[in-house]
């Protein structure tokens, strides 16, 4: 039996909800009426605790448990550009937030991961590209890709972790009928920071022997108050030019 300690909760298969985090958005807004037309659309949602708008910056914090893309669906609603640029809890860790990027040229997809406690981190992800039906996944000890997901090593598990399953083990993702795959959920005494590095691979089939399919570095994402930045100094692309 699988210890209850390590189980990839997802709140879309059982009750309860997404624990609740600070989150980051950067939006075009222009005026007070932006200000009020965002934050209409965001309190009127389930699972929303507190909207906070900086107009000056363009920036809104929003402190609640739903999904990201929840939230930036929302927002895009109203007509205005938005941009996820942190999230996570400031006061309590030093890396919060990680995200890693699978850029095709078959499967795409983002996953983050965001701590909300010590011992709990937040997971989301979506893909698409991947063949309809149940597919695992899983974190693993390497970030090298220089062979795909064949040079990224066994599933991550730190050392005299007494489970049945390694702690990077993230079960199973189902794709639907269009390739597409979409997760929220929570894993306990999963640590962000000892993640930064490593890799995420996507499998065939739920057989996690078998070489994945797909793989991408888990890097540091901007924790809440780390990224108010709206134009890349490397290229000149500004936030709303980028996806």
Known sequence: MVSPSTELKNPDQRDGALQELLTEFMVDMKCEGCVSSVKSNLQKLDGIKNVDVDLSNQVVRVLGSLPVKTMLDALEQTGRSARLIGQGNPNDFLISAAVAEFKGPVIFGVVRLAQVTMELARIEASFSGLSPGKHGWSINEFGDLTRGAASTGKVFNRPNHASEKPLGDLGTLEADERGEANFS???????????????????????KSDPGIAAAVVARSAGVGENYKKICTCDGVTIWESR
């Open 185 to 207: 959920g929570a894993k306990e005494m999963l640590k962000v920071s000892e993640l930064i590095g490593r890799s995420i691979v996507v499998y065939e089939t739920e057989d």
